[in-house]
T-cell receptor, first 112, second 115 residues
Framework: SQQGEEDPQALSIQEGENATMNCSYKTSINNLQWYRQNSGRGLVHLILIRSNEREKHSGRLRVTLDTSKKSSSLLITASRAADTASYFC????????????FGTGTRLKVLA | DAGVIQSPRHEVTEMGQEVTLRCKPISGHDYLFWYRQTMMRGLELLIY????????DSGMPEDRFSAKMPNASFSTLKIQPSEPRDSAVYFCASSSQGAINEKLFFGSGTQLSVL
């Protein structure tokens, strides 16, 4: 399977705490993206990091990328109940195609 | 902008029936993707189009599945005949030219139940 793996599969934290999710992938990539999916809805893009970048910030989101380890992490700081959702990483390989391959996802639950 | 529009939102059908899922991408987007989401397999890429041409259909599970994009504003995913194991949420997504560093915009999905 080309799918990436994410861990943990599920995460439950208290409001105000930080949430960290990890993603590992298998191929050489052009970029890695993180998406969020609320229950019963489509995925929404959060942030994109290119293969030549190591860290990127957007609001309460911080993404890191380690291409030598083929891994990425998503940190959500000061989490809110509204952050409760599933989070997926997606990679676009260097193979010349535009196939976005999604990881298995992390289900985050933020308790108020 | 209305976003990516999928129809129907829910579809319940009996085994052996033909099912057609529809998608209208965002105007101006020239890449269209069909994904299937299940608990067991996660999000699987079925097929994607560029400028209405199918580029990679290696994810289409069987010959029972077919997809078309007759014009830039419409695509269909057809399952004939349908089977219970086809039950899943099917998503359509689109992106703009230069998609290698662009984000995907997803529709709300079609929840398919095959009885």
């Amino acid at each position: 399977s080309q799918q990436g793996e994410e861990d943990p599969q599920a995460l439950s934290i208290q409001e105000g705490e930080n949430a960290t999710m990890n993603c590992s992938y298998k191929t050489s990539i052009n970029n890695l993206q993180w998406y969020r999916q609320n229950s019963g809805r489509g995925l929404v893009h959060l942030i994109l990091i290119r293969s030549n970048e190591r860290e990127k910030h957007s609001g309460r989101l911080r993404v890191t990328l380690d291409t030598s380890k083929k891994s990425s992490s998503l940190l959500i700081t000061a989490s809110r109940a509204a952050d409760t959702a599933s989070y997926f990483c997606a990679t676009v390989s260097t193979s010349g195609t535009y196939k976005y391959i999604f990881g298995t996802g992390t289900r985050l639950k933020v308790l108020a | 902008d209305a976003g990516v529009i999928q129809s129907p939102r829910h579809e319940v059908t009996e085994m052996g029936q033909e099912v057609t899922l529809r998608c209208k991408p965002i105007s101006g987007h020239d890449y269209l993707f069909w994904y299937r989401q299940t608990m067991m397999r996660g999000l699987e890429l079925l097929i994607y189009f560029n400028n209405n041409v199918p580029i990679d259909d290696s994810g289409m599970p069987e010959d029972r599945f077919s997809a078309k994009m007759p014009n830039a504003s419409f695509s269909t995913l057809k399952i004939q005949p349908s089977e219970p194991r086809d039950s899943a949420v099917y998503f359509c997504a689109s992106s703009s030219q230069g998609a290698i560093n662009e984000k995907l915009f997803f529709g709300s999905g079609t929840q398919l139940s095959v009885l």
